[in-house]
């Protein structure tokens, strides 16, 4: 985890000693965002290309998913900061909790998008309208509704 400078009116917790549950990454998510700075703020229906890679042991999972469907993914923040309580984004006028906003900073950096499915290949779906660094790790797939 990157730990960056606090703006002013952001304020820092102390992270916990223990971890409560195990999460298996299931896969790699590929975007043509090489930083954050370089991510959108949301993913959008038209935006590029991406590409969900599935690791092996999870390839029959993907069974029945096809081009079209609407898919929520849910993924891991690994460059987010856990530790801010309160935080100073740079579009709102004053701070905020961490709960009041979508910022990636949070206790547990999970992100879920819901993207269109252009296309299924073997171990991997290719879909629009993520918003996530190239690399970023994969958690789980759900079916969702458009």
């Keep these: 985890m990157e730990r960056g400078a606090t703006r002013p009116g952001e304020v820092e917790g102390v992270l916990p000693d223990r971890a409560d549950a195990m999460l298996t990454f299931i896969g790699r998510i590929r975007t043509p965002f090489a930083t954050r700075a370089d991510c959108p703020r949301r993913g959008a229906p038209?935006?590029?290309?991406?590409?969900?890679?599935?690791?092996?042991?999870?390839?029959?999972a993907l069974r029945?998913?096809?081009?079209?469907?609407?898919?929520e993914v849910l993924y891991?923040?690994?460059?987010?900061?856990?530790?801010?309580?309160?935080?100073?984004?740079?579009?709102?006028?004053?701070?905020?909790?961490?709960?009041?906003l979508r910022s990636p900073n949070r206790p547990n950096p999970i992100?879920?998008?819901?993207?269109?499915?252009?296309?299924?290949?073997?171990?991997?779906?290719?879909?629009?309208?993520?918003?996530?660094?190239?690399?970023?790790?994969?958690?789980?797939?759900?079916?969702?509704?458009?």
């Design 111 to 146: 992100a879920s998008s819901v993207v269109l499915v252009e296309a299924v290949e073997p171990g991997a779906l290719l879909v629009r309208g993520l918003d996530c660094v190239d690399g970023t790790p994969l958690l789980d797939l759900k079916p969702a509704r458009r």
């Design 46 to 60: 038209d935006g590029p290309i991406c590409r969900i890679e599935v690791e092996a042991p999870w390839h029959p």
């Design 64 to 71: 029945g998913i096809e081009a079209g469907a609407a898919v």
């Design 76 to 100: 891991w923040m690994h460059l987010a900061r856990r530790d801010l309580l309160v935080q100073a984004p740079s579009t709102r006028p004053e701070p905020l909790g961490t709960f009041a």
